[in-house]
Nanobody, 124 residues
Framework: QVQLVESGGGLVQAGGSLRLSCAAS????????MAWFRQAPGKEREFVAA????????YYADSVKGRGTISRDDAKNTVSLQMNSLKPEDTAVYYC?????????????????WGQGTQVTVSS
């Protein structure tokens, strides 16, 4: 069982930056693929970024490529998402997810555990 707790959301002006963090419980964090998804009001949840075990492989949605950086610290059981040049369309609840055997990196159903989410609001 893995429990995930997100933090770092808030209100920021367009063009600003935020760093989201996700703290995970459990002794096997390092084997999990970790990802960030987001859900804007009235829209379906969508993939944002993911990082595989070991951190060598990272993946990004086109909408955040070049503006987002996902990283993990297996010693601290944390995964982070640095978002720069934020846009109003980045406004959403951001969720952290963990999956043990993930093939389709952007598919929600591949992930076993989810956090409660943290709100990010970008004002224009």
């Amino acid at each position: 069982q893995v429990q995930l707790v997100e933090s770092g959301g808030g209100l920021v002006q367009a063009g600003g930056s935020l760093r989201l963090s996700c703290a995970a419980s459990g002794h096997t964090f390092s084997v999990y693929v970790m990802a960030w998804f987001r859900q804007a009001p009235g829209k379906e949840r969508e993939f944002v970024a993911a990082i595989r075990s070991g951190g060598a492989s990272t993946y990004y949605a086109d909408s955040v490529k070049g503006r987002g950086t996902i990283s993990r610290d297996d010693a601290k059981n944390t995964v982070s998402l640095q978002m720069n040049s934020l846009k109003p369309e980045d406004t959403a609840v951001y969720y952290c997810a963990a999956g043990r055997s993930v093939v389709g990196i952007s598919r929600e159903r591949e992930y076993d555990y989810w956090g409660q989410g943290t709100q990010v609001t970008v004002s224009s």
